[in-house]
C-alpha cells in the first residue's frame, strides 16, 4: 500500500448506543491529542472514523454502503477506519472486501487509534480487536472540555447472555472501571463544563468497585461521591438490568437529590415463556413488583424501557402479554424492535420464526400503545414546575432547549445560556417535547 501524508482532519461518525457515542468522543479527543483537527462535513475530512453498531441486522452492508459513500467525486476516498462492533465481529472480512478500509479497531482497542492511523498513512493497514478493555481506559487522555451534559461509561460489556443479543460477544465480558478513575473522569468533565453525567454501561448497574477507604461499592455509592461536586447537578445513568436493581440503589433514588427520576429499565417482553426463552432472569410479575418498590421511594419516577416483538416462537397470546405490562406500567418513554437473529446468537438457532408481515404489524401495536402512554405522560407533567437544564439554542427567536428531570424535551423563550440550570413550568405537552414558560429567579 502507497504511504499518504498523515491525516490533518478527522470525523468521527457514531451509530447505535450511547456507548458508541461515548466512545467516538473518547476517539475525538485522541486523534485531537495527536494535532489533528475536527471536521464537519465528512466529505472534506482527511480520515474517517465510522463507530459501527452490530446490535441488528444489516450492521454490516450499512458499513460497505457508507463506505462506498465516502469515495470523492475524483475517485479517491479519504483514510476510513471502521471502529465499534461491526470491526470487532467482522473486522477481517472488512479488511478483505473494503481496500479502502486501512484501519479496523475493536471497542476495546480504540487507544490505538492514533498509532494505527499513523502507520496506514504510512502504507500499512491494521486490524486490533484484542479484548478486554482495562488497557484502553488507562491509555486515554484526561479530559477537558465537556457540554453541558456528559457521558462516563463506568462499566463494559454483558455477562448476561440473553439469547437474542451479541453485546456478550463483541463487548466481551462484564469489567467495571475503578472507582478512583471515575470520580476522576468526572471532576475532569465538570470542571470542563459538565452539569450532569449519565454513567453509561451495557449493564450499569452491574458496575461494582470499592471506594477510597476500601470498603465494597455499587452504583448508589458512586452516584453518592459524585454528588459531592457542587457544580454537577444531575445524574443519570443507563442501561440497567433488573436482576442488578440492588435495595442501595433503588434506596439512592430516594435519598440522592441529584439522582434524576429517570430509570431506564428493559423488559423486552410481557410473557413468561418468553422471558424464559430470552434468558432474561426475571418474569413480569417479578419486573412489575421491582417498579412498585421504585415507585415507593420515588413516586414521580419516569420508567423507559425496550422491547423486541417477534422473539422467535412468540404468539399472538404472548405478544398480548407484552401489551398489557406496557398497559401496567405507563412507560414514559421506550424503545422497540422487531427481532432480528444475530449470528452465533442462541436464538438465531431457535425454531417458530415469526413472518416479517407479522412482526411489522406487532411493532405498529406495540408502538400505538407506547406513544399513547408517553404523550400521556407528557400531559401528566404540564403543571409542574421543574429544572431544566439548557442545552442549546431552539430554531425560534430567544427560545431554548433542555431537559426536564424526567427527560423530557422542553423549549422556552427567555434570558439563559447553555449549561444554566433554570426554573420552567411546563404548560403544554407534545408527543415529543413540553412547552414551558421561565420562572424569573
Ligand atoms: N433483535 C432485536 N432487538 C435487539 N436488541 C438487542 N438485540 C436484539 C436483537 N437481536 C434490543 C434490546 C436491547 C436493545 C439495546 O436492543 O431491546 O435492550
Ligand atoms: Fe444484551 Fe441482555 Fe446483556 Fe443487555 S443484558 S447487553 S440485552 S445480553
Not at 220 to 230: D, G, H
Request: aromatic content about 6%.
Amino acid at each position: 500500500m502507497a504511504s499518504t501524508p498523515p491525516p490533518r482532519t478527522f470525523h468521527v461518525k457514531s451509530f447505535g448506543c450511547q456507548m458508541n457515542v461515548y466512545d467516538g468522543e473518547r476517539m475525538a479527543e485522541l486523534l485531537t491529542a495527536q494535532g489533528m483537527t475536527a471536521a464537519d462535513e465528512r466529505g472534506d475530512a482527511d480520515l474517517v472514523v465510522l463507530n459501527t453498531c452490530h446490535i441488528r441486522e444489516k450492521a454490516t452492508e450499512k458499513v460497505y454502503s457508507d463506505i462506498g459513500r465516502l469515495r470523492r467525486d475524483d475517485g479517491t476516498s479519504p483514510l476510513i477506519a471502521v471502529a465499534g462492533c461491526v470491526a470487532q465481529a467482522e473486522g477481517e472480512e472488512i479488511m478483505v472486501r473494503a481496500p479502502s478500509v486501512k484501519v479496523v479497531v475493536g471497542p476495546q482497542a480504540y487507544h490505538r487509534l492514533p498509532e494505527m492511523v499513523a502507520q496506514a498513512a504510512a502504507g500499512t493497514r491494521s486490524t486490533e480487536t484484542d479484548m478486554p478493555a482495562e488497557a484502553k481506559f488507562a491509555a486515554l487522555p484526561r479530559r477537558r472540555k465537556s457540554g453541558p451534559s456528559a457521558f462516563l461509561t463506568v462499566q463494559e460489556g454483558c455477562d448476561k447472555f440473553c439469547t437474542y443479543c451479541v453485546v456478550p460477544y463483541t463487548r466481551g465480558a462484564e469489567i467495571s472501571r475503578p472507582f478512583a478513575d471515575l470520580v476522576d473522569e468526572a471532576q475532569a468533565l465538570v470542571e470542563g463544563g459538565a452539569r450532569e453525567i449519565t454513567l453509561l454501561g451495557q449493564n450499569v448497574n452491574a458496575w461494582a468497585g470499592e471506594d477510597a477507604r476500601g470498603r465494597k461499592a455499587g452504583l448508589a455509592e458512586l452516584a453518592e461521591e459524585l454528588a459531592k461536586f457542587p457544580e454537577l447537578a444531575r445524574i443519570r445513568y443507563t442501561t440497567s438490568h433488573p436482576a442488578d436493581m440492588t435495595d442501595a440503589l433503588i434506596e439512592a433514588h430516594g435519598s440522592n437529590p441529584k439522582l434524576m427520576p429517570f430509570l431506564h429499565l428493559p423488559v423486552q417482553s410481557g410473557n413468561d415463556r418468553v422471558l424464559k426463552a430470552m434468558n432474561r432472569s426475571h418474569t413480569a410479575d417479578s419486573y412489575l413488583r421491582l417498579l412498585e418498590r421504585v415507585r415507593a421511594v420515588r413516586p414521580d419516577i419516569a420508567i423507559s424501557g425496550d422491547f423486541i416483538v417477534g422473539f422467535p416462537g412468540e404468539t399472538e397470546a404472548e405478544f398480548g402479554d407484552t401489551l398489557r405490562i406496557i398497559d401496567a406500567v405507563g412507560y414514559a418513554l421506550a424503545f422497540s424492535f422487531k427481532y432480528s437473529p444475530r449470528p452465533g446468537t442462541p436464538a438465531a438457532t431457535m425454531d417458530g420464526h415469526v413472518p416479517a408481515e407479522v412482526m411489522d404489524e406487532r411493532l405498529q401495536r406495540l408502538q400505538a400503545a407506547l406513544n399513547r402512554d408517553q404523550l400521556a405522560f407528557n400531559h401528566s407533567s404540564v403543571g409542574r414546575r421543574c429544572s431544566v437544564l439548557v442545552e442549546r439554542r431552539g430554531k425560534r427567536e430567544g427560545q431554548w432547549l433542555g431537559k426536564s428531570p424526567w427527560l423530557q424535551s422542553v423549549h422556552f423563550i427567555g434570558e439563559a445560556a447553555v449549561g444554566d440550570l433554570v426554573t420552567v413550568d411546563l404548560i403544554e405537552a407534545g408527543p415529543n417535547s413540553l412547552a414551558g414558560t421561565l420562572v424569573s429567579a
